[in-house]
């Protein structure tokens, strides 16, 4: 039973564009959800979080927005540049400090 | 600060040996977990810790997996006897409290 889903197992989007990356989940106990980017080699790198009392949250280019009814989450980059091009992780946790449970990640490529 | 520091970045081993895997996390991160990847079950939670005491370790897949935290700096994942199917990025991450994890660049072990 996986609890995060994310579908898409790629993206690809012209530089400039906007990158929608989306994921699902099941586990209604969730209420902390982050995204991480993952480039190859490299451990994942925590991008944006936001938590079940909030529907959205921005940092920069980075929109993360929430819809606790439908358990889908979203990430927007706006625009995107091809160093945003990496795999995409969706997290989820009943805390904000407890475990968290990743997607099967989504791969972004932006094309110059 | 270095971040989350694991080693060896790449182990081979043969089957039946004995694999120690090294962490050392952030400074002031009271919570380290062990991840595994693999391209069949993506990112697993092997283990958690929180102040040095596992708090969870219902991903561990078998008895020949085990990990310990003897302080706050430094912790371990022991394989023992390895086995092919245990081949994968076998991530260490810390945190404090909010604001996602810190992963390390993670180890690739080959059981052959």
């Known amino acids: 039973d996986q609890q995060v889903k994310q579908n898409s197992p790629s993206l690809s989007v012209q530089e400039g564009r906007i990158s929608i990356l989306n994921c699902d989940y099941t586990?209604?106990?969730?209420?902390?959800f982050l995204w991480y980017k993952k480039y190859p080699a490299e451990g994942p790198t925590f991008l944006i979080s936001?938590?079940?009392?909030?529907d959205k949250n921005e940092d920069g280019r980075f929109t993360v927005f929430l819809n606790k009814s439908a358990k889908h989450l979203s990430l927007h980059i706006v625009p995107s540049q091809p160093g945003d091009s990496a795999v995409y992780f969706c997290?989820?946790?009943?805390?904000?400090?407890?475990?968290?449970?990743f997607g099967d990640g989504t791969t972004l490529t932006v094309k110059p | 600060d270095a971040g989350v520091i694991q080693s060896p970045r790449h182990e081979v081993t043969e089957m039946g040996q004995e694999v120690t895997l090294r962490c050392k996390p952030i400074?002031?991160?009271?919570?380290l977990f062990w991840y595994r990847q693999t391209m069949m079950r993506g990112l697993e939670l092997l283990i958690y810790?929180?102040?040095?005491?596992?708090?969870?370790d219902s991903g561990m897949p078998e008895d020949r997996f085990s990990a310990k935290m003897p302080n706050a700096s430094f912790s371990t994942l022991k394989i023992q006897p390895s086995e092919p199917r245990d081949s994968a990025v076998y991530f260490c991450?810390?945190?404090?409290?909010?604001?996602?994890?810190?992963f390390g660049s993670g180890t690739r072990l080959t059981v052959v």
């Open positions: 991450a810390s945190t404090r409290t909010e604001n996602g994890y810190t």
């Open positions: 586990n209604s106990m969730f209420d902390y």
């Open positions: 936001i938590s079940s009392i909030k």
């Open positions: 997290a989820a946790s009943e805390t904000n400090a407890g475990k968290s449970t």
């Open positions: 400074s002031g991160h009271n919570s």
């Open positions: 810790f929180n102040n040095n005491v596992p708090i969870d």
